[in-house]
């Protein structure tokens, strides 16, 4: 095999996202023979101990304490961003007009404004971008727009989603920076909601008009941070307002004009990561469940009267998107894997220039429907997506 070119990885941020790019990174190599071969030159963090001591624990080859010398390093070819929501647009921004390609975590930004000028920017410099709405790349998920493409389900006529978890009912958890408008935007709707509209988006098509609401269930709570694995502890007994919110509701109507509800929590007690959608059409059906990544299920009408139901599909044969790449038949992947499909992606549009989809455009197309459904909670009402979100 000709020598594999290395693509040189700048990652900014080194926690719970930082951890899982990193591992993809790591592993992608093992199992997918892209052309061009991700190397993880440099990870940045502003203190200086927990930095190096992810540097050394993953696996990069040195650090910086401010991500601004990843953008300077001529040894850069990638910036990856893993930080807080408020960053974001900083940091793309910059990394664009350095010339350097770009990924970045979910929700784009904080607002549509900074999403168009993320968007501005990549395509003003020619650089490859990438949003990291990593479900979409289970194959599981791969197979059910691979089955709706082909016209297996018919004409669509239902999308219902939610992305329901329970790790803030507690009224002790500390104000998390997730818990904070002006550092994450948005709460559960921008954390979770992003994704499942990204995945309505991707399987059904552009979202035209939504009404929703959206709560707060506890309004403020202990200052501090939390690690998302552990407890929260309660610092020094002061305590902050929660600026955002803690569930959202709300319905759409896609432009191909099939209806569409989605629901995203963090005080759904019980479930811990149940992001899980259902599709209706014509013909048939399609479920899938985080929870249960590997399987879809579906159900056609054309199967024979007393013999219909809900089939499950393990989608880890060699027919199945990316999942020949591992081990035979049966044998499942997990949730870190959707973030090595991701990347492959991202190598295979640097090698031909191109920016796969999920791409900052479709980060800013997420962005209106985040946007509007925030505007309808406020005011009780449908609201319309620019004409333009709505093209299919
Ligand atoms: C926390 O809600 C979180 O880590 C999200 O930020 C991720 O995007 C989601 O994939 C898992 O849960």
Redesign the pocket.
Known sequence: MASRKHVRIGMVGYR??GKAHSHALRDLPFFFDTELVPVLQAIAGRDGQAVKAAAEKMGWASYETDWRRLIERDDIDVIDIVTPNHSHAEIAIAAAKAGKHVIC??PLALTVAQSRQMLDAVNAAGVVHMICH??RFAPAVQLAKQLIAEGRLGRIFHFRATFL?DWLISPDVPLTW?LRKEIAGSGALG??GA?IIDLARFLVGEIREVVGMMETFVKERPLGEID?QLKGRAASGARGAVSVDDAVAFLARFANGALGIFEAT?FSRGNR?G?RFEINGEKGSLRWDLENMNNLQLYLEADEPGLQGFRTINCTEGEHPYAGAYWPAGHIIGYEHTFIHLFVELMNGIARGLSPSPNFADGLQNQLVLAAVEESARTGKWVQLPASASAD
């Open positions: 719970f996202m975590e979910k990593n479900y978890q997730r954390d979770l994704h998302l963090r990561a992001n």
